[in-house]
């Protein structure tokens, strides 16, 4: 199971996605997460689905690869779905349980509102899978560089999130090694009666905690006896570059949001 | 027990682009109360290997046969826990897997597990506890407050206590001082003695193999390179080294007296004290 969570990984490939300026995918990603909430029919979110796509294809990321990873939040969209549809009551009742009426309206939200939240975990996954955690930070950091004048720390945000992104697939690698130290003592994670898999989580999370405590301080003991005092006058030795795809793909986005405001019903 | 691997293959994370082969074409057979070393480099599949051994992987090809049960791919299994309780992993550092508030509790884990009565359980973890060299008056401490040798031990002692017919070891000493590493080795091997206790040990530890165990596997880039007694393993001691694996510091020695003094050697020998007669008994042959 662990195996397919495809969330925080990076895919070394080389595409046209993958080259691109991190700065440039992070602008493209936050603007993109803004004018999901514009798509109100079915052709601004036909539109945006066609242009998921697109960046799905060019990213050549196989595609059975990134479906399967959404297969973990599955749970979380159905979940969506049906509170929409039990409880949202708009429009005409197309079906009447007697106990339970689904409105017309309620369903329409449902459905647009799940697609919403996987296009979103799409896009925002493949930001992740083509771009190496350590460029995402770059990126961050410069993006973010104006607030340092007013004291933000960004420098110590961008290093938090590297190395929050750094450590979910050792945390996963430890959590699947404990799980399987366990099973071999008789816990069974998978099957069983609700209430025992639920107690079986403290077993898995205990040796976690405790592994996790102990890398927190390694890390820093090490951080230190290499020298680091935090941002100040630090060189970079990966530098950056902004090609004309960048500003392309970001003028894309631009047509897109026009797009949008155009067939957008009110 | 008996345990058999047949061509068995496996292929960590099947169809993403992370898609690595892990091992291939793996035929052994461990038979019961027998004590197999299993070497390799890091990476050459080991740790994949042992998994096997009780279902907590399942081959992506081939078949493993525990006992009565047949584990194959692209079939559901249930009901595994049977052969959990008869086939104990040790895995690698098994102290990460400690968790409960006291000693005691932690080693009961997994017979309670196993449905063992809590009373019986007690008696089994003193029990065990006794066997990896640890006072009682630890069963009421948490196990967070004990050395890492100690903790070792303790983590051990759980595996123990669960009484498997199969004792699965997967680099139990690694990390440990050479006191407490021929301590506990000697334990296992006791137990195996005394007990009849099938042994899987892997190691990177060509003494340990050649002292302790009847049958040698030797693993390389994902699937068995040689198998055979510790004798015939290392009467080619230059296959191995071709490998760049070990060999035992006394077939090296043997090695370097034959190059340099052109003596010859029947057969390898394992323990110092072979060595010492053979050397002797080459001495007195060559000045007769």
Known sequence: MLDKMIFGRYVPLDSLVHRMDPRSKLLLVFFFVCIVFLANNLITYGILAVFTLALIALSKIPARFLFNGLKPILFLILFTLLLHIL???????????????????????????????????????????????????????????????????????????????????????????????????????????????????????????????????????????????????????????????????????????????????? | MRIELQDVEYRYQMNTPFESLAIHDVNIEINPGSYVAIIGHTGSGKSTLLQHLNALIKPTKGRVIIGERTIESGRKEKQLRPIRQKVGIVFQFPEHQLFEETVEKDICFGPVNFGIPKEEAKIRARKALKQVGLAEEILEKSPFDLSGGQMRRVAIAGMLAMQPEVLVLDEPTAGLDPRGRKEIMDMFYQLHKEQGMTTVLVTHSMEDAARYADEIVIMHQGTVYQKGTPFEIFSQPEQLMELGLDVPDTVRVQLKLQKELGVRFDHPCLSIEDLALEVKRVMERGSR
């Open chain 1, 87 to 266: 409880f949202t009551k708009e429009g005409d009742v197309i079906y009447d349980f007697g106990f339970i009426e689904i409105y017309e309206g309620g369903l329409r939200q449902g459905l647009y509102i799940s697609f919403r939240f996987t296009l979103l975990i799409l896009v925002t996954s493949l930001l992740t899978l083509t771009t190496s955690p350590i460029s995402i930070t770059d990126g961050l950091e410069q993006l973010l560089g104006p607030l340092k004048k007013w004291k933000m720390p960004v420098h110590e945000l961008a290093l938090m999130m590297s190395i929050s992104l750094r450590f979910i697939p050792t945390l996963m690698e430890e959590t699947e090694k404990i799980m399987k130290a366990q099973t071999a003592r008789g816990v069974d994670f998978t099957s069983g009666p609700i209430k025992e898999r639920v107690k079986s989580i403290v077993p898995l999370l205990v040796p976690l905690f405790v592994s996790s405590f102990k890398r927190a301080e390694e890390l820093a003991i090490a951080m230190e006896a290499r020298g680091y005092r935090g941002g100040e006058g630090r060189t970079k030795y990966r530098q950056l570059s902004w090609h004309a795809v960048d500003t392309l793909l970001l003028c894309t986005l631009a047509v897109l949001t026009i797009l949008l405001l155009l067939f957008r019903s009110y």
